[in-house]
């Protein structure tokens, strides 16, 4: 979907440096959301945000953080205190309604030098 | 909260055969089930969705039934062909639009 952007694609971090990875939706969608993807491990939730100036941990938000002071955006920063970070992130958004899917964007791998 | 299993993990067909990927969810609450396919270095999209109302759906060669009941709902790909090889996700959704997503299969099609 060329609805949702995500930046950069590809991204180095160093240890005990934060990262913040981009996610910008053109959808009007009210939700967004952020997924780590491991090998045989799916899609597990990291933050989700239902409206604007609110969001809620998902299941594995530990060593990270979001905003939402946008519709369109929804930033996610890997801090420091993430220790294993190395993996691929997944933002998607949707209407928030009832019976509607996510929307995903192409993804961006982030990995420790 | 909502746990999502998925089997197989990885399923091997012969071009022309038929694909079946099943999915357990644990949460009654859940009436929302829709299916991903992620090609290789691609985003996850929608191929089909069923609401908990509907016991089955079909879109061409891929169907998906539920088993409300038992809590189960399965993916069907008829005629598989090589295109069809990707990694498959089922999820379940709440009302509040969250959704809980399975392990994945990788599904290969062997021309």
């Known amino acids: 979907d060329g609805g949702i952007t995500q930046s950069p694609k590809y991204l180095f971090r160093k240890e005990g440096q934060n990262v913040t990875l981009s996610c910008e939706q053109n959808l009007n969608h009210d939700a967004m959301y952020w997924y780590r993807q491991d090998p045989g491990q799916g899609l597990r939730l990291i933050y989700y945000?239902?409206?604007?100036?609110?969001?809620q941990k998902g299941d594995i938000a530990e060593g990270y953080s979001v905003s939402r002071e946008k519709k369109e955006s929804f930033p996610l920063t890997v801090t420091s205190a993430q220790k294993n970070p190395t993996a691929f992130y997944l933002c998607?958004?949707?209407?928030?309604?009832?019976?509607?899917?996510?929307?995903f964007g192409d993804g961006t791998r982030l990995s420790i030098l | 909260g909502e746990n999502v299993e998925q089997h197989p993990s990885t399923l091997s067909v012969q071009e022309g055969d038929s694909a079946v990927i099943k999915c357990t969810y644990s949460d009654s609450a859940s009436n929302y089930f829709p299916w991903y396919k992620q090609e290789l270095g691609k985003r996850p999209q929608l191929i089909i969705d069923?609401?908990?109302?509907?016991g089955e759906k079909k879109d061409q060669r891929i169907a998906v039934t539920l088993n409300k009941t038992a809590k189960h709902f399965s993916l069907h790909i008829t005629e598989t062909q090589p295109e069809d090889s990707a990694v498959y996700f089922c999820a379940a959704n709440t009302n509040a639009g969250k959704s809980t997503f399975g392990d994945g299969t990788t599904l290969t099609v062997k021309p």
């Open positions: 069923i609401r908990s109302n509907v």
């Open positions: 945000s239902q409206i604007v100036n609110d969001f």
């Open positions: 998607a958004s949707s209407t928030g309604q009832v019976y509607q899917p996510q929307h």
